[in-house]
T-cell receptor, first 110, second 114 residues
Framework: GENVGLHLPTLSVQEGDNSIINCAYS??????FIWYKQESGKGPQFIID?????DKRQGQRVTVLLNKTVKHLSLQIAATQPGDSAVYFC?????????FGTGTRLTIIP | KAGVTQTPRYLIKTRGQQVTLSCSPI?????VSWYQQTPGQGLQFLFE???????NKGNFPGRFSGRQFSNSRSEMNVSTLELGDSALYLC?????????????FGQGTRLTVV
């Protein structure tokens, strides 16, 4: 995959369990955050976003939590499925420029 | 609604050559951003175009350039290719206005420099 050279944090989760992926962002002025999922050989796929005036947003099976005090973002995936296996990136947006974290590789154990 | 389309999907070039990559954004999107993804550096921002003007620029050398056309399609050019330019080049499109920042990526162009 595209990120094998980086020391990617890895999370292994049993199928059916919930997954929590964490991300620390760098700029306290960032006003918009996105979580992306990237499968091998594909571009990043938009999962969910959150603006800085919110601290929680829910989607289908996913929830994003934002803690601006400690500049921390998390992605919760409920009832993890084999198709959730991928690298997950958080990105912060400041003036239309996305800055990505290094990513977390999520592996699902059958 | 068609997604972001990048062409070509794969490209092999030799050192010293130049290359042009193309990105067609989602219909109605006026902002196109380019990113380089490598195993060693992850995803790095190259530049962003909005309404045919470069609005944002990352920290890449001048060999990397881009442009945007009136129909919002964008091209990225890399001149005097180096081995280290081998990467997955991704473009993302968005409406580009302050209130709408959702960015959607294409599949990328895999460039290999030999």
């Amino acid at each position: 995959g595209e990120n094998v050279g980086l020391h990617l944090p890895t999370l292994s989760v049993q199928e059916g369990d919930n997954s929590i992926i964490n991300c620390a962002y760098s700029n306290s002025a960032s006003d918009y955050f996105i979580w992306y999922k990237q499968e091998s050989g594909k571009g990043p796929q938009f999962i969910i976003d959150i603006r800085s005036n919110m601290d929680k947003r829910q989607g289908q099976r996913v929830t994003v939590l934002l803690n601006k005090t400690v500049k921390h973002l998390s992605l919760q995936i409920a009832a993890t499925q084999p198709g959730d296996s991928a690298v997950y990136f958080c990105a912060e947006n400041l003036t239309e420029k996305l800055t990505f974290g290094t990513g977390t590789r999520l592996t699902i154990i059958p | 609604k068609a997604g972001v389309t990048q062409t070509p999907r794969y490209l092999i070039k030799t050192r010293g050559q130049q290359v042009t990559l193309s990105c067609s954004p989602i219909s109605g999107h006026r902002s196109v951003s380019w990113y380089q993804q490598t195993p060693g550096q992850g995803l790095q921002f190259l530049f962003e175009y909005f309404s045919e003007t470069q609005r944002n620029k990352g920290n890449f050398p001048g060999r990397f350039s881009g442009r945007q056309f009136s129909n919002s399609r964008s091209e990225m050019n890399v001149s005097t290719l180096e081995l280290g330019d081998s990467a997955l080049y991704l473009c993302a499109s968005s409406l580009g206005t302050r209130g709408d920042k959702e960015a959607f990526f294409g599949q990328g162009t895999r460039l290999t420099v030999v």
